[in-house]
């Protein structure tokens, strides 16, 4: 079992709507949890960052970690195309390493 | 820019041969990473330097593989005796010290014939 699960998709949904996405993970240790987003045949790119449980709002980009249920989600409100890209969660538990552990990423497509 | 820079951006190369990648972290960042990526995966750890020392290093950093960061400033990855299956996009991201965020490079994308 990988320590951070990630369904792969594609996820496509319209224009303005919302987004859920969603990772679990394996190992009580983690404390770091991160969102990034990838473009194609780019590097990623940090979205999002908490630590232990509870919510985090930044514009359109929510982050909820359920260190209970071991369950994190992004959720992106009023989606634009521009959103289309692959999100990879990450979490550590040690800031001595910082060592990422990453899910295999989501593919989403906001169609116009 | 002051963000993370790699060079190069592709690398072709035949089977055999050596390979080496630089990466040029945020200054002020004291730690830098490298990722190795395939496609439809995200990113595995290879290594990690708290300025110039290498920390840390995962279990798929055969012997073929070397990182160096000398004076703590920028870092090199060499891969040698390439393999077909080294081919994969190489990421580098730097982080402050505490490590809670990481901000990575464009990558090197690596295809070894």
């Known amino acids: 079992q990988k320590e951070v699960e990630q369904d792969p998709g594609p996820l496509s949904v319209p224009e303005g709507a919302i987004v859920s996405l969603n990772c679990t993970y394996s190992?009580?240790?983690?404390?770091?949890f991160m969102w990034y987003r990838q473009y194609s045949r780019k590097g990623p790119e940090l979205l999002m960052y908490?630590?232990?449980?509870g919510n985090k709002e930044d514009g359109r980009f929510t982050a909820q970690v359920d260190k209970s249920s071991k369950y994190i989600s992004l959720f992106i409100r009023d989606s634009q195309p521009s959103d289309s890209a692959t999100y990879l969660c990450?979490?550590?538990?040690?800031?001595?390493?910082?060592?990422?552990?990453f899910g295999q990423g989501t593919t989403l497509q906001v169609k116009p | 820019d002051t963000g993370v820079s790699q060079d190069p951006r592709h690398k072709i190369t035949k089977r055999g041969q050596n390979v080496t990648f630089r990466c040029d972290p945020i200054?002020?960042?004291?730690?830098l990473y490298w990722y190795r990526q395939t496609l439809g995966q995200g990113p595995e750890f290879l290594t990690y330097?708290?300025?110039?020392?290498?920390?840390?290093k995962s279990r798929l950093l055969s012997d073929r593989f070397s990182a160096e960061r000398p004076k703590g400033s920028f870092s090199t990855l060499e891969i040698q005796r390439t393999e077909q299956g080294d081919s994969a996009m190489y990421l580098c991201?730097?982080?402050?010290?505490?490590?809670?965020?990481?901000?990575f490079g464009p990558g090197t994308r690596l295809l070894v014939l």
């Open positions: 990450a979490s550590y538990g040690s800031s001595n390493t910082g060592k990422l552990i």
């Open positions: 190992n009580s240790a983690f404390q770091y």
């Open positions: 330097f708290q300025n110039e020392a290498q920390l840390e």
């Open positions: 200054s002020e960042h004291n730690r």
């Open positions: 908490t630590y232990s449980s």
């Open positions: 991201a730097s982080g402050p010290t505490g490590g809670e965020t990481q901000y």
